[in-house]
């Protein structure tokens, strides 16, 4: 079992089309720190993520839900959404308030 503090702070995704997901987390804020043709290494507050390039196709029986990010206010996810949309980036839904009080919204999955 991990300790009461362990959080997880890397996250590694295969993707299809490497730079438009390393630019979708460069506008998120995460700065780029090491790439080549086939990988991305990506670092912020903390949380690293890194993108392999893959050309194969992916397997259905696996798949990632989701990576949430935590933002101080509903302004901010608000601002974010704005943003992204500005850049071109498809949005499954817009912003909206859950049950449990999350004030999030979500993208369409990028290869």
Do not use: W
């Amino acid at each position: 079992m991990l300790p009461k503090n362990a959080c997880l702070r890397h996250v590694a995704l295969a993707v299809h089309k490497l730079d438009e997901c390393e630019q979708f987390y460069n506008l998120l804020g995460m700065r780029t720190e090491l790439k080549t043709d086939d990988y991305a290494y990506l670092t912020g507050n903390g949380d690293n993520i890194s993108l392999h390039k893959v050309h194969t196709t992916f397997e259905a029986t696996q798949r990632l839900e989701h990576i949430g990010f935590a933002l101080n206010s509903i302004q901010a996810v608000n601002q974010l959404f704005h943003n992204l949309q500005k850049h071109g980036f498809n949005i499954a839904h817009p912003p909206k308030t859950f049950g449990i009080g999350t004030h999030s919204f979500s993208l369409i999955q990028m290869e």
